[in-house]
């Protein structure tokens, strides 16, 4: 097989090899591949002027904002309690408001958070007898805080210790509206399927988002841990209906021309589903409520160059995920479809010359890993999973074909259960 292959790809001529590779450049990692390069080139000899010059690179914790940190959730009593742990004492300024979004008794959030408020002074907790969906919780929460900066925290989720502090320096500058942290799977090596998605967090959101923010086209803030100014949410009416409210929220900011940082080192743990069907089943809410919905509906006004509030950074955004997340997503099922069809007796080479290209671009993407990471030894175990990220590439994509499908045609991101049905059926279907 190798040698056949070989043999086939020695006959093409540059200009099909090219043609043929254009392929690869439709994959989520690949793209970043080159301006992965450039960062980390820059970034080196940055770092070996302030060595030579003896300056520390030591973090400079010397800003100091009020904070509340909102952990808002539904059924989800069993966690809340690890989030809250993670907290307490981690900031000098801090509030913590725990809101029950209408959990069941048995899953009560209260239940577990309420021991918190009666000891520290500084924790809230509230609880609504009605579900209303997590920005609908959020929302409700705000009120209650005068802090500068908000930050949202997954109730299934516990951040590092020096987190909180690494993602408020950045709002030192006032024209900073939302930063980024950095979110890592807490379960990677349960299976394959965790294995996978830890890889994938290593790389999309680690590096990938430093690569976004250099480039100033970042926009997005993890549900899981972000945080904001209050002013920038404020002058947005706060979070629209979900799924999706962290990008949309992140997008109307952009819009009112605030900077989007990303703080790599702000370390979020997060649970990732364990099962292949769960994975899948997460991935097409997340998708349906992104690209077509968010960017292509809601938000294509940011890419109108006629709008006052046109900037070219945001249309640069919308752009980059509308071209090759949707419309080239369709290009690969097209031409698959084709060359099976037309050239199967070369499929399987050419398959193949795909997945080896890709590794080459996914091995960039591992040493720009080792030249950023403090934890070396424990990513580059995550990274050995790296042979079979191209199928996991190819299982993304389908995802993404599919769920976008199913939203342009049936907008079933406004059928998901994230949002209670109450709420949904009165929602603008964008």
């Not at 970043?32 to 080139?41: D, G, N, S």
């Not at 925290?153 to 500058?173: I, N, P």
């Not at 990677?188 to 790389?203: D, F, G, I, R, S």
């Not at 209906?241 to 702000?266: F, S």
Request: charged fraction near 20%; include cysteine; glycine fraction near 4%.
């Amino acid at each position: 097989m190798l040698v056949d292959w070989i043999h086939w790809l020695s006959h093409l001529s540059w200009l099909e090899v090219a043609l043929l590779l254009m392929g690869t450049m439709l994959v989520d990692c690949p793209r970043y591949a080159l301006a992965r390069v450039a960062m980390v080139t820059i970034d080196f000899f940055r770092d070996l002027w302030r060595w030579l010059c003896g300056q520390s690179d030591k973090d400079q914790f010397d800003y100091c904002p009020s904070i509340c940190v909102i952990l808002a959730g539904y059924n989800e009593g069993d966690s809340v309690a690890r989030a809250i742990e993670s907290l307490i004492g981690a900031y000098s300024r801090l509030e913590i408001i725990v809101i029950d979004d209408g959990s069941a008794e048995e899953h009560s959030m209260v239940e577990f958070a309420r021991p918190y408020g009666k000891k520290y002074d500084n924790i809230l907790v509230l609880a609504r007898s009605e579900r209303g969906g997590k920005s609908s919780a959020m929302n409700f929460a705000l009120p209650y805080t005068r802090a500068e900066i908000v930050i949202t925290v997954d109730c299934d989720s516990s951040l590092d210790d020096a987190a909180l502090w690494e993602c408020v320096q950045y709002f030192k500058d006032p024209e900073v509206g939302a930063v980024s942290a950095t979110v890592f799977s807490r379960n990677p090596y349960v299976n394959l399927c965790t294995w996978m998605q830890a890889y994938e967090y290593l790389h999309a959101i680690f590096t990938g988002r430093m690569v976004a923010e250099r480039f100033g086209i970042l926009g997005i803030t993890s549900g899981a841990f972000a945080c904001l100014r209050r002013e920038a949410v404020e002058r947005t009416l706060g979070w629209d209906v979900g799924p999706g409210e962290d990008l949309d929220l992140t997008m109307r900011i952009r819009h009112l021309g605030y900077k989007i940082k990303c703080a790599p080192y702000a370390d979020c743990l997060t649970d990732v589903p364990t099962k292949w069907k769960q994975l899948w089943r997460q991935r097409l809410r997340w998708e349906e409520a992104s690209v077509v919905r968010t960017h292509c509906r809601k938000h294509i006004d940011m890419a109108n160059p006629t709008k006052a509030s046109f900037r070219w950074s945001n249309f640069f955004v919308s752009f980059e995920l509308i071209t090759v997340n949707l419309a080239f997503g369709y290009v690969i099922l097209i031409y698959s479809a084709w060359l099976c069809v037309n050239k199967p007796h070369h499929a399987l080479f050419v398959a193949f010359t795909f997945y080896v290209y890709t590794l080459l671009l996914e091995f960039i993407n591992v040493l720009t890993l080792t030249y950023y990471s403090r934890t070396r030894l424990a990513h580059l175990t995550t990274c050995l999973v790296l042979p079979l990220s191209p199928f996991y590439q190819l299982f993304l994509i389908a995802n993404r074909i599919i769920s976008y499908t199913r939203e342009i045609f049936w907008r079933t991101s406004f059928k998901d259960n994230f949002v209670p049905k109450h709420v949904r059926d009165v929602t603008w279907k964008w």
